[in-house]
């Protein structure tokens, strides 16, 4: 079954951790994105990647970095966690198949069940 | 710079009402406008529009682009508690690939 997987679902760790949040997806989508969301406020884009060794940073500013060496992998990682990034990360991914129309271009994100992370 | 708004931000109904939320826009380079339903964890797919005035529908659920006046509106029609969760729209850009511009988000609450 084609899906997307993010782990872990939770964490809670100490300020000046190194985290890395996993994100796998076994659609063969190209297109690969992390989204963070604090309670209440909308998605906001801090990564995203169009294939394998493509990464860009998004509109939010953000001091985690991002890997793609694989199509299926898109893993997120914090060098030094610190409380400021307390959020959920949602991993969304999107390409040619099913969601996408070929006259547009349009793409469907089909997102992970995200990482809720608590920094203390 | 672009942005989408959604409105109203929360709304609480009966079961049984009729609801519409409203989702407009302003984007450099229009391709699509995106539904979403999010519960407690992961938002999941409604509906998909490209093409103004073309009423997509699911079950209860319906949705309808205008291009012109930049807004969409999703309808749920004798609403249940399921229906109870925050709704998202979002918004591609040509210029922006496959990247998508959300909304706040409107909080729906269905009460039995």
């Known amino acids: 079954e084609a899906d997307i997987y993010q782990t872990p679902r939770y964490l809670v760790i100490g300020t000046g951790k190194k985290i890395t949040l996993e994100c796998s997806q076994t659609?063969?989508?190209?297109?690969m994105y992390w989204y963070q969301q604090d309670p209440g406020m909308e998605l906001h884009l801090i990564h995203y990647?169009?294939?394998?060794?493509?990464?860009e940073k998004g509109d939010l500013s953000s001091e985690s970095t991002v890997s793609r060496i694989r199509t299926e992998h898109f893993p997120l990682t914090l060098e030094s966690a610190r409380p400021s990034h307390t959020s959920q990360y949602l991993c969304?991914?999107?390409?040619?198949?099913?969601?996408?129309?070929?006259?547009?271009?349009?793409?469907?994100?089909?997102f992970g069940a995200g990482s809720r992370l608590t920094v203390l | 710079e672009d942005k989408v708004v959604q409105s109203p931000l929360s709304l609480v109904v009966h079961e049984g009402d009729t609801v519409t939320l409203n989702c407009s826009y302003e984007?450099?380079?229009?391709?699509?406008l995106l539904w979403y339903k999010q519960e407690k964890k992961a938002p999941t797919f409604l509906f998909m529009l490209?093409?103004?005035?073309i009423e997509k529908k699911s079950g209860r659920l319906s949705s309808i682009l205008d291009k012109k006046e930049l807004f969409s509106i999703l309808n749920i029609t004798a609403t249940q508690t399921g229906d109870s969760a925050v709704y998202l729209c979002?918004?591609?850009?040509?210029?922006?690939?496959?990247?998508?511009?959300f909304g706040q988000g409107t909080e729906l609450s269905v009460k039995p």
């Open positions: 969304a991914s999107s390409g040619q198949g099913w969601g996408y129309l070929p006259t547009s271009g349009a793409n469907v994100l089909t």
């Open positions: 659609m063969g989508h190209d297109k």
């Open positions: 990647s169009y294939g394998v060794n493509s990464t």
């Open positions: 984007v450099t380079n229009f391709r699509s």
């Open positions: 490209t093409s103004s005035g």
């Open positions: 979002a918004v591609g850009d040509y210029n922006q690939g496959g990247k998508l511009i």
